[in-house]
């Protein structure tokens, strides 16, 4: 599967990292050299076959801007730039002083720059890097320059190795699985920590691809109900009636209830390390109920046929504590 050779195009073009660093900096004169002491460095554009020029090449105070420095550069006290030289192609530096012979450096490249699509009758340094447009093969492929040279016809440049291609486009798209048809075809693939590419869905998307509607949604609900029916216990706990003296267990966790039928005890759990709501609901023969065992009590039962109240109970390090709220 190809993929549109536009979205890398503009990728690359609007991307700070290429557009905006076409420069580098010489750091042959950076640092220190005494032998450098004074000396003035003149640097050369090159031709085509890496020879120097008569030209002298622009020389750039930052990695953007227009502002250029003075070419020759005399060198510092410490025999080294006195601020950083950027340059925009390859050159050569011709280094004369005082204490040395005048003499010339190797080829000094300008790194790694983006021109753009390529283009026929222009001059390519190495480490550049292009697009092949309709005018090379019309892949959309990211090449890279492998030594200076004037581009000529596409085909007889990449035979002769003046260039490599960097990204085969048709490779990268085939390692997506995207499908002919539906919605995704304009969306753009994410990459997981694995590697792993993949496509968001919507709920509507993944419900169709299992054959179902959208709407219908009781294909998840009914599963879900089954799941959580085999995990969960959904019975009510009940002590049963007041007049039974019920004794609390507080490993008894869900919905525990009991009803206030008359004159009762409740017996605190003083051995299980929890917490627990019991609801206390009166009935017309409610009577009193007695709490005693508890070591800390706070509030009191509701009155009247009906009313709820909601023992609050807990045990920390064998002492027993209830706290009796009345629903209104």
Not at 208 to 226: C, H, V
Request: glycine share 10%.
């Amino acid at each position: 599967m190809r993929t549109s050779k536009k979205p890398l195009n503009r990728l690359l073009s609007s991307h700070t990292g290429y557009k905006d660093m076409k420069r580098r900096s010489i750091q042959d004169f950076s640092l220190a050299n005494p032998v450098y002491v004074g000396s003035s460095v003149s640097f050369y554009q090159i031709d085509d076959s890496g020879n120097r020029l008569l030209t002298l090449a622009t020389l750039y105070e930052n990695p953007t801007g227009s502002g250029t420095l003075t070419n020759p550069q005399l060198l510092d006290s410490d025999g080294k730039f006195v601020r950083p030289v950027y340059i925009e192609e390859p050159v050569i530096g011709e280094v004369s002083g005082t204490s040395i012979e005048t003499h010339d450096t190797g080829i000094i490249s300008a790194g790694y720059r983006y021109r753009g699509v390529w283009v026929t009758a222009t001059r390519y340094f190495p480490n550049d890097t292009f697009i092949a447009s309709t005018d090379a093969d019309g892949s959309g492929d990211l090449y890279i320059v492998s030594d200076l040279h004037t581009s000529g016809v596409f085909a007889d440049d990449l035979t002769a190795n003046h260039v490599e291609v960097v990204i085969d486009v048709s490779v990268l798209a085939d390692q997506f699985t995207v499908p002919a048809t539906g919605g995704n075809n304009n969306k753009v693939p994410k990459v997981n920590a694995a590697g792993t590419a993949y496509i968001m869905r919507t709920m509507a998307e993944l419900l169709a691809d299992i054959g179902a509607e959208p709407a219908d949604t009781e294909i998840l609900k009914g599963n879900l109900t089954k799941e959580l029916s085999t995990g969960f216990t959904t019975e009510v706990n009940s002590y049963g009636n007041t007049t039974d003296n019920p004794i609390i267990d507080l490993t008894k966790t869900f919905l525990t209830s009991m009803a206030n039928n008359g004159i009762g005890v409740i017996t605190a759990d003083k051995v299980n390390n929890n917490s627990v709501d019991v609801w206390v609901t009166n009935t017309a023969s409610a009577g009193a109920l007695d709490i005693s065992s508890f070591d800390f009590i706070d509030g009191s039962f509701g009155e009247g046929d009906g009313v709820i109240t909601v023992m609050h109970l807990s045990t920390v390090g064998g002492k027993a504590r209830i706290s009796l709220e009345v629903l209104s």
